[in-house]
C-alpha cells in the first residue's frame, strides 16, 4: 500500500468525496499488455502458444479482467506453487512491457483525477496486480503523486475483485466519507462492477475504455455506463444537483 499523504476535509456540499478508480483499462491504457504478459507467463510453464490449452487459458484471462491475478493463476494452474510461478512470470513480463513506454493514461483520465481533487474528493487508484507492477506503470506515468492512495490486493488482506475489499480498504483508511453509499466506484470491467456492488457504493460506474462492453457491466451492477472515466467528474456533479 502506497503510504497515505494527503487528506481531504469533508465537504457536506460533496457528499461523494470518495472516488476509487481501477487503473488498467479505466486510467491507464496498456494496449492489451495483460495478454501478451499472460502468453509469455504461460509458456514458461509449459503452455504451447497457439495450441487449444494456450487459447482456453486466454480466453479464461479476458473474462476475468479486473480479478487479482494470482487469483486467476490459481484457477489456470491448479497448484500453488504452479500458480506463483505463472504470476511471478506475468508481474516479470508486464513490468518490462512497461518499462518500454507501452502505457499511457486514457484520454482525459489525469486531468478528471485533477478536477476530482480539487472539488476536495478523495481520489484512490487501486489495481488487481502486485504492487511491484502497480509501482511500475505509475512511476512510468509519473503518478506517484498524483492521488493519496494506491491500493493493490495486498493491502486488503490478499483478496482482490470481485470481492469489495480494496474499496472497503479505501473507505477505512481514507476516512472521507461517513458512510459506504457515498463512495463512487469506477472500472472497465464485470469484476470491477461487483467489487463496487458489494461494498455498497452509491455510484458503480462502467466505463467502455477497457475490457468488458456495456451489457457485461451492466449486468454486473453497473449504475451507469460511461464512454471513458474522463465523464465521471460531471456525473458525480450531476448525482449531487
Not at 503510504?3 to 479505466?26: F, S, W
Not at 487469483?71 to 518499462?99: C, I, K, P, W
Not at 489495481?127 to 507492477?133: C, I, V
Not at 456492488?197 to 467502455?208: D, Q, W
Request: proline share 4%.
Amino acid at each position: 500500500m502506497k503510504k497515505l499523504t494527503t487528506h481531504n476535509p469533508r465537504d457536506p456540499r460533496n457528499p461523494h468525496n470518495l472516488v476509487v478508480l481501477d487503473m488498467a483499462g479505466t486510467t491507464v491504457a496498456d494496449g492489451g499488455l495483460v495478454e501478451q504478459a499472460f502468453s509469455a507467463a504461460a509458456g514458461r510453464l509449459g503452455v504451447e502458444p497457439g495450441s487449444a490449452d494456450h487459447a482456453e487459458k486466454l480466453d479464461y484471462v479476458r473474462a476475468t479482467m479486473g480479478e487479482s491475478k494470482i487469483s486467476v493463476f490459481r484457477h489456470l494452474f491448479g497448484d500453488e506453487d504452479r500458480a506463483q510461478q505463472a504470476n511471478t512470470a506475468f508481474e516479470e513480463a508486464y513490468g518490462q512491457l512497461v518499462d518500454g513506454g507501452r502505457i499511457a493514461p486514457i484520454p482525459g483520465a489525469r486531468e478528471a483525477i485533477e478536477r476530482l481533487k480539487g472539488e476536495g474528493r478523495t481520489v484512490v487508484l487501486s489495481t488487481g496486480f502486485a504492487r511491484t507492477t502497480q509501482d511500475a506503470i505509475l512511476a512510468a506515468l509519473g503518478w506517484q503523486d498524483l492521488v493519496a492512495l494506491t491500493l493493490c490486493p495486498a493491502d486488503a488482506g490478499g483478496r482482490g475483485r470481485p470481492y469489495p475489499d480494496m474499496v472497503l480498504a479505501a473507505f477505512l483508511r481514507t476516512g472521507a466519507v461517513d458512510g459506504v453509499q457515498q463512495i463512487v466506484v469506477a472500472g472497465d470491467t464485470s469484476y470491477d462492477m461487483l467489487s463496487g456492488v458489494r461494498s455498497g457504493a452509491g455510484i458503480v460506474a462502467g466505463v467502455l475504455t477497457g475490457a468488458h462492453d456495456k451489457d457485461q457491466l451492466t449486468r454486473h451492477g453497473a449504475t451507469q455506463v460511461l464512454g471513458s472515466v474522463a465523464e465521471l467528474p460531471d456525473l458525480i456533479a450531476r448525482a449531487e444537483a
